[in-house]
């Protein structure tokens, strides 16, 4: 069978909500999880999305089953001073089953996902956290990089100690259970990963300065993310009913670190994941009136939290900031090759024509990284 027959063999559908079943147990090639946890999911990001009511979802079928998934969520920008907002559709969740993959199905499953995007008058589409097979694929057929987000990270002492010593000893003809130990060290964190935060936050629930809560303060951050200058740079919308809707994501579980009183002066908010993968936290959001605030909730962040890794994006977050990082100790995050790239903000134009303009919102180019105030909250990686 050549490889033009193998792909007409497939169909490309747009989203039935009587394939939900399917289409859970398929992203579980994504997110490890039961199928309840990633049909929660599904139904939280596209179906109770709050800027797009129909679902902008599109499904690759073989012989009756969805082998293959492209998904894009709807997300509210704003730019210009003052602030106008627009719709765009944010691409994730790219899947496809192993034994359908190499069959040019991403390209199929993509385009189909953009005429329609294109039919509903969207300018323009974003992926916001591409993993590297989609990075490849992505900047294969049209995508274009809008600029790196320059994750740094910081690792507890003990951690790296650890890690070393798993590197050196999984090499070495040693009894497994000398080299699991090291492993289990050195890897995933069982168990809550913010246990000491929870403690430690707990106890000084009651002084002045910094307050730990497991709730977010939707009115108050909004009002104050409302309340601080804007520079006229894309950035996502974060009103009320954004974050209400942000903080819902099952897969996710957050602690939220606040100054202030009644009007916030800063908030600091961290997340890690229920899926079973690397416990890892970051640190998806960060605002404050001044420098100093923002260095109080980052040094309650570590002192109280204790991570073992720590992460936060630093391509929009003032100098001043990313200098109090680095005097914390947090460095540059590199995935190897292909990782210097990641992650990343992709861009696609949507036009009849397909032309291969840049596109522009606001007078802003969009493939300029000047253009954009990034957030790891914005993507589904935070």
Known sequence: MTAGSESAA??????????????????????RGDVALNTAYFEWKYEQNPYVNAPLVHLAMHGGQVVGMRGMFGSQWEVGTPAQTVL?????????????????????IMQAALEDAAARGYPCAVSLSPGPITLAGSLATGWRSAGLMRPV????????????LYEKLRGLPLRPRWTDAARLAAGSVEGNVFKSLDRQGTRRADGPGVSLERVPRISGMADLVRRLPRDGRLRHTRDERYLAWRFRNPLHEYRFLFTGGEHLDGYLVLKTDHTGRRREVAIVDWEGTSSAIRLELLRAA???????????????????????????GFVRLDHGPLGRHLPSLLVRAITKDDAPAEPTLGGLRLLDPASWDMRMLYSMAG
Do not use: C, M
């Open 10 to 31: 497939y169909d490309i559908v747009p989203y039935d909500p009587a394939l939900k079943p399917q289409i859970a147990a398929l992203q579980r090639h994504l997110w």
């Open 302 to 328: 570590i002192e109280w939290g204790r991570f073992q890794n720590l992460v936060v994006w630093t391509s929009s977050l003032p100098r001043d900031t990313v200098a109090q990082l680095a005097a914390a």
């Open 88 to 108: 765009i559709p944010a691409a994730d969740d790219l899947v496809v089953a192993p034994a359908h993959r190499t069959r040019g199905l991403f390209a199929r």
């Open 153 to 164: 990270y910081r690792e507890a002492r003990t951690h790296t100690v650890a890690r070393r």
